[in-house]
Structure formats: C-alpha cells, structure tokens
C-alpha cells in the first residue's frame, strides 16, 4: 500500500510547513495538510517529533508516533554511557503537545479506498526486531508520515562488492584523521561512518575528508579542515 495518496516523506511535510510559515505563495499543487486527520508518524526521533507538533498546529485529529526499537528506560546507565549518548526516555516539546507513542512496533502494510490511505497495519517487536505473531493490529491513517531513520548503511551492493571493514554497529569503518576506509583510495564520511546523526557532524565530516581526498591526490592541500 505505500503507493497510496496520503503517505509522505517527513521532510516534504515539514518543509511545505516552512514555506506557509514564510509567506511563500507559490507552493506544491499536491498539499500535505493534517488537518482533520488521523496522523500517524513512522520514526520516534527528532524529525518525527517536529511532525508530531505540526500535525497538532494543523488541527489534526488525532496523532501516533511509531518507533522500531524498544522503549528506552527512564533513567540511564551512568556506569555503561561514556563517551556514547545516554540511553534514556525523552520527552521533547512537541511530544508534550499530546498525542500516543509507542515503540517496539514495525509497519507491516497500508490500506486504503479510492486510492488514498485508510489504515496501517503493523505488528509488534521482541528486542531483537523479531516480529512477535499474535500481536498484528490496525489503526486509522489518513496521513502517514515517513520519519525513520536508519541502524547502519546497507550493505548488499557497492558496500559487498567494495568489501570495505565494518565497525561493531555496521557503519563504514574510518578513522577522524584521513576517513580512509580499509580499501585503497576509497574514502567515507557522515553517515557512513558514524552511523544516523545531525547534518552539522555530515558537513564537519565531509569538509574533513574532503581535504584529506585533496591531499591523497594533489599530494598537499590548502582546503580548510
């Protein structure tokens, strides 16, 4: 069902909002409004949670927030999170705002009439991602927004076919100083190898390693790291 009309990318919903917020006239002939809707948000992180306060800014009727992984504990491990980010239960603003969350759940298919979407169906999750039978169910969705993320790059294709080193989590092994991956002369940055992130460590990471490309070729650089 995901050809059906009212499942969106997060960030075609967001940026549209944008625009309205700036005064643009000239906007997209297809708009993605929540107005009067039953919102659900696949994807439990920063993106997702902006979807969850516009929706309600729209005067959605209802909105859900999915999330893959399990809930994360109240309080985290102090003994086990340096130098990572804590695992811990957040609450941002937006989600303040109202509206259900819930994790542990995975997206199995849409459904939907006269071509737009109805319903989702999902099932629920152990904590090793396995779907749990029994637990299947459905819930109203008029808008579907896209907000996940990912675990790691995915690796059939170029990834295999490179055979590039891996880390523990699955990401492009490099180091901070060259981003020289195992292979000869195959760079990677951002996402690549530090796993999901914000765009400003994509942007420090590609201006890094753009240089260290610079001087693997030009054999000195005078880019900026």
Not at 197 to 214: F, K
């Amino acid at each position: 069902g995901r050809e059906l009309d009212g499942i969106h990318f997060a960030m075609d919903f967001l940026a549209q909002q944008n625009r309205r917020n700036s005064g643009e006239l000239t906007l997209p002939d297809e708009k993605i409004l929540a107005t009067g809707k039953h919102v659900v948000v696949i994807g439990g992180g920063d993106t997702g949670s902006d979807c969850i306060g516009t929706s309600w800014r729209q005067k959605a009727k209802s909105v859900t927030q999915f999330e893959i992984l399990s809930k994360p504990p109240r309080k985290e491990d102090k003994g086990t999170t340096w130098p990572e980010w804590p695992l811990k239960m957040r609450t941002s603003s937006s989600q303040e705002e109202g509206g259900d969350r819930d994790w542990s759940v995975a997206t199995e298919a849409f459904s939907g009439d006269n071509g737009k979407v109805r319903a989702l169906h999902g099932v629920r999750l152990t904590p090793r991602l396995e779907r749990i039978e029994g637990t299947e169910f459905e819930i109203d969705a008029d808008l579907v927004l896209l907000a996940m993320g990912f675990v790691h790059p995915v690796r059939e294709g170029m990834l295999e076919q490179l055979g590039v080193d891996l880390d523990r989590s699955g990401n492009v092994a490099a180091d901070t100083e060259a981003y020289r991956t195992s292979i000869d002369k195959v760079f990677t940055a951002g996402d690549m190898r530090r796993g999901q992130s914000l765009v400003v460590w994509a942007i420090r990471e590609g201006r890094q390693c753009a240089r260290s490309v610079d001087d693997f070729l030009m054999g000195v650089s005078t880019l900026p790291r």
